[in-house]
């Protein structure tokens, strides 16, 4: 199993410059005051309950806080909430911090909390966060006073507190989305270290300090995530000093920051899984034989390493290698091209199929795709690759209107409820799970998981749901993620988390 921790690769030290007979200028001092930050994708939307990219998290996690959050070794401690009890088997009482403010300046309370679960658990409202809450019980939410709300699940759920740590539990200030509604995520209001100044669709966020943050303000006056979607271009951007951070380095560029000597390079385990993803649902991958045909055709090795190289590991199962629970002895369809001819003979295809792989414009994502064509070219199965913009793509997977596509889960709570839940349970088909798997049995497994409160027995149950989503074969695991984090040598404070979701408050610039 892969460490959690993350390795420092390259340490480099920088002397002080001395400026002789001179002050720093104004515009000096202004300037190393604003962080630049180079995001892999452009942010959807700055309201967290909406939110289904890692991307756009990534922002919100600056601008909200949660009840709870992660600690940099993944366990939970309080944000705004102080502490919390366990009133019966399924109910926790949260005890909420005083005198904390919204950026319109509006004092945080339950009612906030409240109104956030309500309106995001609601069906109407499409949220795409509420199938990480679909645990509680929203209807029986007791606000006690200002700063004491009881929350309880629907039955009992062993991993609560992990998902209240997850990215889309961020409270929203009630009063602002009463006021802007459905623009809200353009109009993002949190009690974070920051708060929206611009946003240049297509472009760039610009965050601002918040100077009455609770936990006291940020090291920085401005924080600006610019979208940049092409590896490289991070890479030579926080080279040359056009930003400071820069995530998701490609592995090609290793090697030439480890020798940099202005950018450390940081590494770490994330607990994320790519993956191709069939539409279970649509013909001809309705049929398991032809899931499992596909499966066997494709060398999983040589996509895993001319894809991602160093930033990955050939994929062990049908969760990310590192979460606890996860499966070693998961049947992973070895390379074997006679079954696959047997398995479409038996479903009808001797003669293969033309088929449709749509991906987004990710460079690893075009070169699985482009050795997909070679390897299944073999079975008589012709793919076409249809590349779209990351807004389009995904709300197209969403619908189901694809043959097959390319994914990644990073189950950031690094609990096996949320590395298989989302994506494998039929009331999350539209939502996470864009295979559209509907399996009843499997189902049932993910729910009693999460029910058990034994942690062993637990395992056992997540195990066998990777043995029933394995002969299923709704998605081909690629790789198990390794991320790298470029960062400018002046950067102060930085620490990276296996979340993918690095926080800024404490982050300086010498």
Same mark, same amino acid.
């Given at each position: 199993?892969?460490?959690?921790?993350?390795?420092?690769?390259?340490v480099?030290?920088?002397?002080?410059a001395?400026l002789?007979?001179?002050?720093?200028?104004?515009?000096?001092?202004?300037?190393?005051s604003?962080?630049?930050?180079?995001?892999?994708a452009?942010?959807?939307?700055?309201?967290?309950?909406?939110?289904?990219?890692?991307?756009?998290?990534?922002?919100?996690?600056?601008?909200?806080d949660?009840?709870?959050?992660?600690?940099?070794?993944?366990?939970?401690?309080?944000?705004l909430?102080?502490d919390?009890?366990?009133?019966?088997?399924?109910t926790?009482?949260?005890?909420?911090?005083?005198?904390?403010?919204?950026?319109?300046? *509006?004092? @945080?309370?339950?009612?906030?909390?409240?109104?956030t679960?309500?309106?995001?658990?609601?069906?109407s409202?499409?949220?795409?966060?509420?199938?990480r809450?679909?645990?509680?019980?929203?209807?029986?939410?007791?606000?006690?006073?200002?700063?004491?709300?009881?929350?309880?699940?629907?039955?009992?759920?062993?991993?609560?507190?992990?998902?209240?740590?997850?990215?889309?539990?961020?409270?929203?200030?009630?009063?602002?989305?009463?006021?802007?509604?459905?623009? @809200?995520?353009?109009?993002?209001?949190?009690?974070?270290?920051?708060?929206?100044?611009?946003?240049?669709?297509?472009?760039?966020?610009?965050?601002?300090?918040?100077?009455e943050?609770?936990?006291?303000?940020?090291?920085?006056e401005?924080?600006?995530?610019?979208?940049?979607?092409e590896?490289?271009?991070?890479?030579?951007?926080?080279?040359?000093?056009?930003v400071?951070?820069?995530?998701?380095?490609?592995?090609?560029?290793?090697?030439?920051?480890?020798?940099?000597?202005?950018?450390?390079?940081?590494?770490?385990?994330?607990?994320?899984?790519?993956?191709?993803?069939?539409?279970?649902?649509?013909?001809?991958?309705?049929?398991?034989?032809?899931?499992?045909?596909?499966?066997?055709?494709?060398?999983?090795?040589?996509?895993?390493?001319?894809?991602?190289?160093?930033?990955?590991?050939?994929?062990?199962?049908?969760?990310?290698?590192? $979460?606890?629970?996860?499966?070693?002895?998961?049947?992973?369809?070895?390379?074997?091209?006679?079954?696959?001819?047997?398995?479409?003979?038996?479903?009808?295809?001797?003669?293969?199929?033309?088929?449709?792989?749509?991906?987004?414009?990710?460079s690893?994502?075009?070169? $699985?795709?482009?050795?997909?064509?070679?390897?299944?070219?073999? =079975?008589? $199965?012709?793919?076409?690759?249809?590349?779209?913009?990351?807004?389009?793509?995904l709300?197209?997977?969403?619908?189901?209107?694809h043959?097959?596509?390319?994914?990644?889960w990073?189950?950031?709570?690094?609990?096996?409820?949320?590395?298989?839940?989302p994506?494998?349970?039929?009331?999350?088909?539209?939502?996470?799970?864009?295979?559209?798997?509907?399996?009843?049995? =499997?189902?049932?497994?993910?729910?009693?998981? *999460?029910?058990?409160?034994?942690?062993?027995?637990?395992?056992?149950?997540?195990?066998?749901?990777?043995?029933?989503?394995?002969? @299923?074969?709704?998605? $081909?695991?690629?790789?198990?993620?390794?991320?790298? *984090?470029?960062?400018?040598?002046?950067?102060?404070? @930085?620490?990276?988390?296996?979340?993918?979701?690095?926080?800024?408050?404490?982050?300086?610039?010498?």
């Amino acid at each position: 199993m892969k460490s959690r921790t993350f390795i420092l690769l390259a340490v480099v030290t920088l002397s002080a410059a001395i400026l002789i007979g001179c002050a720093p200028s104004e515009e000096a001092a202004v300037a190393e005051s604003h962080l630049i930050v180079a995001n892999f994708a452009e942010t959807q939307t700055m309201d967290p309950r909406a939110v289904e990219d890692t991307a756009s998290h990534w922002i919100n996690n600056q601008i909200f806080d949660g009840l709870v959050r992660r600690t940099d070794d993944m366990g939970v401690e309080p944000a705004l909430a102080t502490d919390w009890s366990f009133v019966d088997e399924r109910t926790i009482e949260f005890n909420l911090r005083q005198d904390v403010l919204f950026h319109n300046g *509006v004092e @945080f309370t339950a009612e906030d909390v409240k109104f956030t679960y309500e309106t995001l658990l609601d069906r109407s409202l499409g949220f795409a966060g509420r199938s990480r809450l679909a645990m509680i019980d929203v209807e029986n939410i007791e606000v006690i006073d200002d700063y004491t709300i009881r929350i309880p699940t629907n039955q009992p759920f062993a991993a609560v507190l992990t998902y209240l740590a997850h990215s889309s539990s961020l409270i929203v200030s009630k009063a602002a989305v009463e006021e802007h509604g459905a623009d @809200f995520g353009a109009n993002p209001v949190g009690t974070g270290p920051f708060k929206l100044s611009r946003w240049d669709r297509g472009t760039a966020v610009h965050l601002e300090r918040f100077d009455e943050h609770w936990r006291g303000p940020a090291q920085v006056e401005q924080l600006t995530f610019r979208g940049i979607p092409e590896g490289s271009s991070r890479t030579i951007e926080v080279e040359t000093g056009g930003v400071h951070v820069a995530q998701q380095i490609p592995e090609t560029d290793f090697n030439r920051l480890r020798e940099s000597s202005s950018v450390e390079l940081y590494e770490y385990a994330a607990m994320r899984l790519h993956y191709i993803l069939f539409n279970t649902q649509a013909e001809p991958f309705n049929d398991v034989r032809v899931r499992q045909a596909i499966s066997y055709a494709l060398d999983i090795e040589e996509l895993a390493e001319v894809a991602y190289g160093g930033a990955g590991t050939p994929a062990r199962g049908y969760m990310n290698s590192s $979460i606890w629970a996860f499966n070693p002895d998961v049947y992973m369809y070895p390379r074997n091209m006679d079954r696959a001819r047997e398995l479409l003979a038996e479903a009808g295809y001797s003669d293969g199929f033309r088929m449709t792989m749509t991906i987004d414009d990710s460079s690893p994502r075009q070169t $699985i795709a482009e050795i997909m064509g070679s390897q299944l070219r073999e =079975l008589g $199965i012709e793919i076409d690759i249809e590349i779209m913009e990351w807004g389009a793509y995904l709300q197209m997977t969403a619908g189901g209107e694809h043959d097959m596509a390319q994914l990644a889960w990073l189950a950031s709570t690094g609990d096996p409820h949320h590395a298989l839940h989302p994506n494998y349970f039929s009331g999350n088909i539209g939502a996470a799970n864009r295979s559209y798997t509907e399996l009843p049995e =499997l189902d049932e497994l993910l729910l009693a998981g *999460v029910r058990e409160p034994d942690a062993a027995r637990r395992e056992q149950i997540y195990r066998e749901a990777q043995e029933l989503i394995s002969g @299923f074969a709704p998605i $081909i695991p690629v790789a198990d993620d390794r991320e790298a *984090v470029g960062v400018r040598a002046n950067v102060t404070g @930085f620490v990276p988390s296996p979340s993918g979701y690095h926080m800024f408050h404490e982050v300086g610039l010498n």
